[in-house]
Each structure stands twice: as structure tokens, then as C-alpha cells.
């Protein structure tokens, strides 16, 4: 069966489009990952014959964007992975509007804002992820949300229907939305934003760059802000309080720059780095009684 799924994988995106038992590390910013037994970079017009076709053959699948947001277990993933990544980045401006589709990197997205001269996604510009998964988690930094410029979301049911979803509809709220309930798969983004000066925006932008690269450690590999913010806490805070500053399993280590990080020095295992995650949760929680939930989500095996 799997020699009729490949040959019909193939068909629909072409063989240079999809490969086998290919490892998650070469496509995470966590550098760390197992093989997919199968992985595709599909087009948007492809992505429903995909899907249908691994329903046909029962192939467990999974969307990723730029692999920011992931920890892949060492032992990989089985089934398919679908990437919305350079095959489905288009984007256009229109008026104030951006229309961007899921694979296209927030940073790109945010470039042509600036280009055309549109304010209100500069918090945008560095965040190392992609359109969909931004949408997808409300992705923010430094202020700023997607729920603050998204106009509409384009989605692909589990039925295999388009479907054009408002704000309200995607129910934004911290790092959540309605669309893991529904199952549903990102297609494209509309952000409806203001003309601005041109120059304050490329100000805005540049500041933003220079505290990022100042505070965070964009040196190492990551998967950007480990944690998410609890309420009335700083992660990052609570973490350097508990004496976790540096703290290292194998070559995973809570970050010296800033402890709300988890990086790579290199050779970290994935499973290095769930434990100290855990570690971490664990002591945070033994001291302050604050559970620490994760924005990174783990998939695969471990």
C-alpha cells in the first residue's frame, strides 16, 4: 500500500515535492527532530487532495509552518507532515489590507506592510514563525496580537471546504484560537491595518529588531519564548527566581540571556530538551505554585 500512496503522493505535487523518512531537525528551529515516514511542501490548491488522500489510506497527518513553535521527538513522526511553507507564501497589498497566505513568514508579511507603507504589524516583524501558525496560536510580541490585525482567516475544514472565518469567529484570546478545536487547517490571512509614516514605521521595526537581538538569544536554536505568560507573573521571572538561570540538561539549557528561553548549544537531543522543560515546570511549581504551560507543542515520538 505505501508503494500506491507514494506514487500517488507524487501525482498530485510532483516527485520533488515530497520525500520519505525525511528528519524533522533539517525543518525546526529547535534543530532537533526523527524522520517523518512521509513529508510534502504542497501548494494551497493541493493541500485537500493531500488530505483526502491520506484519509484513503489511513495515514495519520500534521500541518507545520516554519517549525518554530515544535518540539519533534527524537524517534520522529509517523504518518504524514504537510508544510505550508515556501510552495503557499504568497503576498499581496490591496488598499490597507495584506493578504497573505499561510506559509508566508510573518516577517515577510510585515516587510510588505512597511513597503507600502502600512502601520500596526511592526510587532510582527520578528517573530520567527509563519502566517498560518501565527493565526492559528494569536501570536504576539512587544504589545501587539494578530487579533489586533486580522480582517478574516481562510481555512480548509475537515469536510475538505473552504471557509471564510471573522474575528469573531476565531475567538482570538492569549496564544489561542477556535481553530485547533475545529480542526481546521489555515489557508491564508487578510490583516487590515492604517497608512503610516514611512519612516516611523522602519524606526519602529529597527527598534523592535535591536531589542530582540539585545535580549533574546537569536545565536542559539530555539523555539522563541519557551513558556507562556502566567497570569499575573513573568515566565521568564519565575524561572530565574527558582535559580534555573544556565541550567542545562545535555546541551539544552535554560538560557543565560534570558531564562524564558530554551536553546540548543548544539547537540541537544529533543528529549533532552522535553526534560529540562519538565524540570523546569517542575520546579517553578515546587517553589512559587505556579504551573508553567508551554507555547512550544510536543509531536512525535520521544
Known sequence: MSDIFWKQLQEITGSGKCFRQERMGKHTTFRVGGPADYYVCPSRAQVANIISLCHAHHIPWMVIGNGSNLLVGDK?????????????????????EVCAQAGALLSLAARKAADAALTGMEFASGIPGSVGGAVVMNAGAYGGEMRQIVKSATVLTTEGRERVLSPQELDFGYRHSSIPGMQAIVLEAVFALEKGNPAAIEEQMARLRSQRSEKQPLEYPSAGSTFKRPQGYFAGKLIEDAGLRGYQVGDAQVSEKHCGFVINRGEATASQIRQLICDVQDKVEEQFGVRLETEVRFVGEF
Open 76 to 96: 520522529g513522526i509517523p504518518g504524514m507532515v504537510i508544510e505550508l511553507g515556501k510552495e503557499s507564501a504568497q503576498v499581496t497589498v490591496e488598499g490597507n
